[in-house]
């Protein structure tokens, strides 16, 4: 069986995936709650999954920075956490999210279409509320990704939703192929990833995430098969080559490979165990990526983190959280459709009360 389009087993008992209320439809990534399907059809719950599988990979990233541990190794001293940590989670879950933003961009404005008569203003308030949001948390986590996420929907996403699909796909694979060439990554690379999921969005591929696909090993085997010599390269030298070009490209490769790696997981026999870790993440991805912050600036001091070398204690704090999140949002989303975040933001993006079990 598929562990992309079957029935929720997270919704709340006896709730049906209506899209009555305002907000029904589906969001950007850090809110995913309803269906994902512009054509009003099942939810593609693989979304799901593979946002909660950035979550995890950008706890990793975030752990360092929100502590200030070591930024990068120095010479002459390896720690192999760090080293590891470079290699295959710096700069990887970032894309990630980024192209999952620019495919829900699409998905939502298509929802907001059928509910609102000036559904890219409604998009545009979402998008502000969001920057605020983000300009909060920078006091928690200077760097953060909401407040670049907003600026960077607001100036390209909204203006490019008016452009044929050839053409936001032609400016996304532009956008990308400059952003690697010319710069060390970061929010340089959002215009070009934001278009790439837009045109995703608009060729209707991500519906095809529930089926076998050929296509998708094809890609798993050739952005792996890329993203190795690159790899092989940066270890050499990882002080150096963790902030050039070809580390940019080999994010871009391996967070291919993760994606497409995790979609053909999902439809072998360990995929609906693996969903039900990964699901719950992705739905409150909002929640979970905010509450983190939370839990490492309340838990790094007695682990003694801040300022040091001590990747032991940071990756076993990210486990624990991770743990934590998964038993929390299973248990909120069997109550509710919506987490706590979620929910908030999705109150301002209409402007209105909506139920948190989306019942209306």
């Given at each position: 069986m598929?562990?992309?389009?079957?029935?929720?087993?997270?919704?709340?008992?006896?709730e049906?995936?209506?899209?009555?209320?305002?907000?029904?439809?589906?969001?950007?990534?850090?809110?995913s709650?309803?269906?994902s399907?512009?054509?009003?059809?099942?939810?593609?719950?693989?979304?799901?999954a593979?946002?909660?599988?950035?979550?995890?990979?950008?706890l990793?990233?975030?752990?360092?920075q929100?502590?200030?541990?070591?930024?990068?190794?120095?010479?002459?001293?390896?720690?192999?956490a760090?080293?590891?940590l470079?290699?295959?989670v710096?700069?990887?879950?970032?894309?990630v999210?980024s192209?999952?933003?620019?495919?829900?961009?699409?998905?939502?404005?298509?929802?907001?279409?059928?509910r609102?008569?000036?559904p890219?203003?409604?998009?545009?308030?979402?998008?502000?509320?969001l920057?605020?949001?983000?300009?909060l948390?920078?006091?928690?986590?200077?760097?953060?990704a909401?407040?670049?996420?907003?600026?960077?929907?607001?100036?390209?996403?909204?203006?490019?939703?008016?452009?044929?699909?050839?053409?936001?796909?032609?400016?996304?694979?532009l956008?990308?192929?400059?952003?690697?060439?010319?710069?060390?990554?970061?929010?340089?690379l959002?215009?070009g990833?934001?278009?790439?999921?837009?045109?995703?969005?608009?060729?209707g591929?991500?519906?095809?995430?529930?089926?076998?696909?050929?296509?998708?090993?094809l890609?798993?085997?050739?952005?792996?098969?890329a993203?190795?010599?690159?790899?092989?390269?940066?270890?050499?030298?990882?002080?150096?080559?963790?902030?050039?070009?070809?580390?940019?490209?080999?994010?871009?490769?391996?967070?291919?490979?993760?994606?497409?790696?995790l979609?053909l997981?999902?439809?072998t026999?360990?995929?609906?165990?693996?969903?039900?870790?990964?699901?719950?993440?992705?739905?409150?991805a909002?929640?979970?990526?905010l509450?983190?912050?939370?839990?490492?600036?309340?838990?790094?001091?007695?682990?003694?983190?801040?300022?040091?070398?001590?990747f032991?204690?940071?990756?076993?704090?990210a486990?624990?959280?991770?743990?934590?999140?998964?038993?929390?949002?299973?248990?909120?989303?069997?109550?509710?459709?919506?987490?706590?975040?979620?929910?908030?933001?999705r109150?301002?993006?209409?402007w209105?009360?909506?139920?948190p079990?989306?019942?209306?």
């Amino acid at each position: 069986m598929s562990a992309s389009r079957i029935p929720d087993p997270v919704a709340a008992p006896g709730e049906r995936a209506s899209t009555a209320e305002p907000g029904g439809s589906p969001e950007v990534p850090f809110d995913s709650p309803g269906r994902s399907d512009s054509s009003g059809g099942a939810r593609v719950r693989a979304l799901d999954a593979v946002r909660g599988l950035a979550v995890c990979g950008i706890l990793l990233v975030n752990i360092p920075q929100i502590t200030q541990m070591r930024n990068g190794p120095e010479p002459g001293v390896y720690v192999p956490a760090e080293h590891w940590l470079q290699l295959l989670v710096q700069q990887r879950f970032f894309p990630v999210f980024s192209f999952l933003f620019g495919l829900s961009f699409a998905i939502f404005l298509d929802g907001a279409a059928r509910r609102a008569s000036l559904p890219r203003v409604v998009l545009l308030r979402r998008m502000a509320a969001l920057g605020v949001l983000g300009a909060l948390h920078q006091f928690l986590q200077p760097g953060e990704a909401l407040l670049p996420y907003a600026i960077v929907g607001i100036v390209v996403l909204l203006p490019a939703s008016w452009l044929p699909r050839v053409l936001v796909l032609l400016a996304g694979v532009l956008g990308t192929v400059a952003a690697v060439s010319l710069t060390h990554g970061g929010t340089s690379l959002l215009p070009g990833l934001f278009l790439l999921g837009l045109a995703t969005a608009r060729y209707g591929v991500h519906n095809r995430f529930d089926r076998p696909n050929a296509t998708v090993a094809l890609v798993f085997v050739l952005s792996l098969a890329a993203a190795a010599p690159l790899l092989y390269w940066q270890s050499g030298d990882i002080v150096r080559n963790s902030y050039s070009h070809g580390a940019v490209a080999a994010g871009l490769l391996l967070a291919s490979a993760y994606v497409t790696g995790l979609l053909l997981l999902l439809r072998t026999r360990v995929g609906p165990a693996v969903s039900a870790l990964l699901e719950p993440l992705g739905r409150m991805a909002l929640t979970n990526y905010l509450t983190a912050t939370l839990l490492v600036v309340a838990l790094a001091p007695v682990l003694g983190l801040p300022h040091s070398l001590r990747f032991g204690p940071a990756l076993a704090l990210a486990a624990g959280i991770i743990g934590v999140q998964v038993l929390w949002s299973r248990w909120w989303l069997r109550r509710f459709r919506y987490g706590p975040f979620e929910w908030l933001w999705r109150c301002v993006t209409w402007w209105s009360p909506v139920s948190p079990r989306g019942t209306g």
